[in-house]
C-alpha cells in the first residue's frame, strides 16, 4: 500500500513570497489533514477536510493560508504571504475515519525555511 | 479546553535500560489514545493506540502503554531500550467519535547511548 506523498520535501523562500505544498493521502482515505510541526513542538493542526469539504479550519491563519482538495482527492496547502515563523515542517495525513479506524498515516513532510 | 502533558523532554538512557515516558491529558469524556514515534529522518508513525478493552496495550517493538482512567494517563514503557529506539515520541488524545480533533503533546527526544 503506498502512503502518503508530499512534495516538495524542502523549500526554501523569503519573506513575503509565497509557497504552495501539495499532498496526495492514501487511496480511499476519506479525511485528509494539514498540520504544522514546529521545532521542539508536537504537531498542530491547521486544517481537516472530510472529501473535499472543511471539517475543522479553527487554528488556520486564513489571512495568509488556505488549503483546497478538489475532488477529495488531492490536497494543496498555500502560504501568501510567508513570515520568518511559518519556518517549521508541514505534515500531510490520512485517515480512513470509518468505524472504529482513527488512525491517522503521515506522510513525511516538507520542511520549509522563510530567510 | 483539551490538553496534553508529557512530563519529559529530553530523556538519555543506556542500551538495556528500561523506559517509562509519562502523558496526561485533559478531556472529560470517552477518549481515544495514542503514541506516535519520529525516528530521524523519517515520518511519524503509529506506536500502539487505545480505542476501548484491556488497558494494558501493546505496540510494535516491544512497546506497551496502560490506560489509568482515573489518573489521565497512558504511559510508554518498555523493559529494555535499544540504540535503534532512539527517536521523538509524542502522546496525542482525540475525543471517542467522528471528526474529533487529535490533541498532541509537545514530544519527548529519547537518545540510546550503545
Known amino acids: 500500500e503506498a502512503g502518503v506523498a508530499q512534495s516538495p520535501r524542502y523549500k526554501i523562500i523569503e519573506k513575503r513570497q509565497s509557497v504552495a505544498f501539495w499532498c496526495n493521502p492514501i487511496s480511499g482515505h476519506a479525511t485528509l489533514y494539514w498540520y504544522q510541526q514546529i521545532l521542539g513542538q508536537g504537531p498542530k493542526l491547521l486544517i481537516q477536510?472530510?472529501?473535499?469539504?472543511?471539517?475543522?479550519d479553527s487554528q488556520l491563519p486564513k489571512d495568509r493560508f488556505s488549503a483546497e482538495r478538489l475532488k477529495g482527492v488531492d490536497s494543496t496547502l498555500k502560504i501568501q504571504p510567508a513570515k520568518l515563523e511559518d519556518s517549521a515542517v508541514y505534515l500531510c495525513a490520512s485517515s480512513p475515519e470509518a468505524l472504529n479506524i482513527y488512525e491517522q498515516y503521515f506522510g513525511p513532510g516538507t520542511r520549509l525555511t522563510v530567510t | 479546553a483539551q490538553s496534553v502533558s508529557q512530563h519529559n523532554h529530553h530523556v538519555i538512557l543506556s542500551e538495556a535500560a528500561s523506559l517509562e515516558l509519562g502523558c496526561n491529558y485533559s478531556y472529560g469524556g470517552t477518549v481515544n489514545l495514542f503514541w506516535y514515534v519520529q525516528y530521524p529522518g523519517q515520518h511519524l508513525q503509529l506506536l500502539l493506540k487505545y480505542f476501548s478493552g484491556d488497558p494494558l496495550v501493546k505496540g510494535i517493538k516491544g512497546f506497551e502503554a496502560e490506560f489509568i482512567k482515573s489518573k489521565f494517563s497512558f504511559n510508554l514503557r518498555k523493559p529494555s531500550v535499544q540504540w535503534s529506539d532512539t527517536a521523538e515520541y509524542f502522546c496525542?488524545?482525540?475525543?471517542?467519535?467522528?471528526?474529533?480533533?487529535?490533541?498532541w503533546g509537545l514530544g519527548t527526544s529519547l537518545a540510546v547511548n550503545p
Open positions: 477536510f472530510q472529501n473535499n469539504g472543511v471539517v475543522d
Open positions: 496525542a488524545v482525540r475525543g471517542a467519535g467522528n471528526n474529533r480533533k487529535l490533541i
